[in-house]
């Protein structure tokens, strides 16, 4: 996570695409802008799981068992879904980035608190998340 977080803040920086820290008017500007385009992207998420849903309807309408259906369908948005879902993840690091956090001890300090307790730390100590 460190890798991917030092690199999109130096791509950012250099494509002029970080969040301004100007002053107030300026990071405010740029937060909501930013933010606005980040749902973009979520609701194109959204988009490709209603593609994949619509084919599956229409392969079932055809007489295709629903769960091989939707077996075919993830197939065909999964490129396009991996692409959405890399931008949610582009808008979410540049957020970590303006504010200073560190990605990966808040992703994990977040996660090891839902995680005790419920299966067992051995899981989360296995995929040297501990």
């Known amino acids: ?15 002029g695409w970080e969040i301004s820290d100007e002053n107030y008017a300026k990071s405010r500007d740029s937060l909501l802008n930013n933010y606005m385009l980040m749902t973009t992207e979520v609701a194109e998420v959204a988009e490709e799981l209603r593609k994949a849903f619509n084919l599956v309807r229409e392969y079932a309408e055809e007489g295709m068992d629903e769960e091989l259906a939707f077996q075919f369908a993830r197939e065909q948005v ?17 957020f970590y980035n303006f504010f200073g956090f560190d990605l990966e001890e808040s992703f994990t300090g977040r996660w090891r608190k839902c995680v005790k307790g419920r299966i067992g730390m051995g899981v989360w100590q296995k995929n040297r998340l501990a």
């Open 78 to 94: 999964k490129a396009d879904l991996g692409k959405e879902l890399a931008d949610c993840l582009a808008y979410l690091v540049k």
């Open 1 to 15: 996570m460190k890798v991917l977080q030092s690199f999109m803040r130096d791509y950012q920086k250099g494509m």
